[in-house]
């Protein structure tokens, strides 16, 4: 079962943690800002509605999942210590 | 962040931030577009004849019932925004009524919900146009005495996101609130002996007429 959990956990090291929260947080805003713009600028809020959504599955799609550049600083531990290096 | 899981939480819920930051400022931005608009309404016909209405399978009681015919000429293109909805459109009438129990009624008397897409009409134009609902007085009888009724076209506009908004469709030529003052009067009996003074005015011109060709 192994395999399995780690697909599903998908778990990232700690510089990948940061670059998530940058990425999600600029591209919902951004996502929001546009959506406004576009809505207002045509004069139809079904834009602003589908673009909304449309960024939501994209951010998501971008962030979610655990891609590999979300794993490339692994932390680096301690060698075990043992008797002899006292 | 460090799993799947908490990084779809926490991106939906900050999403729901941003959307509903954004609601927001949809509905704010509604203020900004101004929704002046004017009308032209006039009575044309007022009947007032005794009758009983259905209600809900049953005869109501027996009771006096103004028919009204009226025009009605307006353009709501100005409260048609990206954030309406819809448009409810509705006629009221305030007349004076019994001075001691009902004092002041205000009766709606037609209505019209315009929708906000592309096959609906902005504009109206309406012409000899019957009133939509029963126009009855609270007692069952128009009181006697003080009958002066006024007119007003009232809308509410419905929006996609926000807030309702409640207005009053002014005047085209006077600006006020009230497109037309009438009285709660039968109008069939004076258009009747204007009719028959008409009619007797026509025979008399005939007869000069064809005296003038016995002249000749």
Known sequence: MDPVYKVLDGFIDFEGQKLVEQISSTCLVAVGLVSLTVGFALQDLVYTLYIMGAGLILTMLVTVPPWP????????????KTEKDE | MHSSSTRFQNIFSFFTTVAFTVAGVIALSSFVFPTHT?????????????????????????QEFAHIKFDL??????????????????????????SNKYANNTVII??????????????????????????????????????KAELRLEYNIQPHVGALVWGTIKDADTGSNILADFVLEDTAKAIKSKKSGKAKADAEATKARETLKEDL
């Open chain 1, 69 to 80: 550049f979300y794993n490339r600083n692994a932390p680096r531990f301690l060698g075990v």
């Open chain 2, 38 to 62: 004017t009308a032209t309404g006039s009575i044309r016909t007022v009947q007032i004849a005794p009758g009983r209405q259905n209600q809900y399978g049953t005869l109501g009681r027996r």
């Open chain 2, 73 to 98: 000429h307006t353009d709501l293109t100005p409260l048609f925004h990206y954030n309406t909805k819809q448009v409810f459109l509705y006629l009221t009438t305030t007349y004076p009524g019994d």
């Open chain 2, 110 to 147: 037609w209505d019209k919900i315009v929708p906000n897409n592309a096959k609906s009409k902005t504009k109206l134009a309406l012409k000899n146009q019957r009133a939509k609902y029963p126009f009855n007085d609270i007692s069952g009888k128009f009181a006697s005495g003080d009958r």
